[in-house]
């Protein structure tokens, strides 16, 4: 089975950046949908974004459009998470995760219940 490393987290100032990354050892294949989620204390599990492998199609969540980039590296076997503009709010645990027989449909709607396979988890803090 595919396993999940996370990697990149760490504190910044608010209106910095970090890059996560997410390491996957085993084949990654086409109907799989690659996501970042996030959860901080006491809130639930939120979808941040998503990738679907067979077409590349990217989708985020609307606290997150136009401040981060999801993006997937084939030869590396890695997926990206790009954040800009951090705000406070977005400080939490953020974990990379598959649903590995997705649909594009499915993959847009960015919800943790659908995914199979998890990362660890890297801690992303923003202090204002």
């Known amino acids: 089975q595919v396993q999940l490393v996370e990697s990149g987290g760490g504190s910044v100032q608010a209106g910095g950046s970090l890059r996560l990354s997410c390491a996957a050892s085993?084949?990654?294949?086409?109907?799989?949908?690659m996501a970042w989620f996030r959860q901080a204390p006491g809130k639930e599990r939120e979808g941040v974004a998503a990738?679907?492998?067979?077409?590349?199609?990217?989708h985020y969540a609307d606290s997150v459009k136009g401040r981060f980039t999801i993006s997937r590296d084939e030869a590396k076997n890695t997926m990206y998470l790009q954040m800009s503009s951090l705000k406070p709010e977005d400080t939490s645990m953020y974990y990379c995760?598959?649903?590995?027989?997705?649909?594009?449909?499915?993959?847009?709607?960015?919800?943790?219940?659908?995914?199979?396979?998890w990362g660890q988890g890297t801690q992303v803090t923003v202090s204002s």
């Open positions: 995760a598959i649903d590995w027989l997705s649909t594009m449909t499915q993959c847009t709607k960015i919800d943790y219940r659908d995914h199979d396979i």
């Open positions: 085993g084949d990654i294949i086409s109907r799989n949908c």
């Open positions: 990738i679907y492998v067979g077409d590349g199609s990217t």
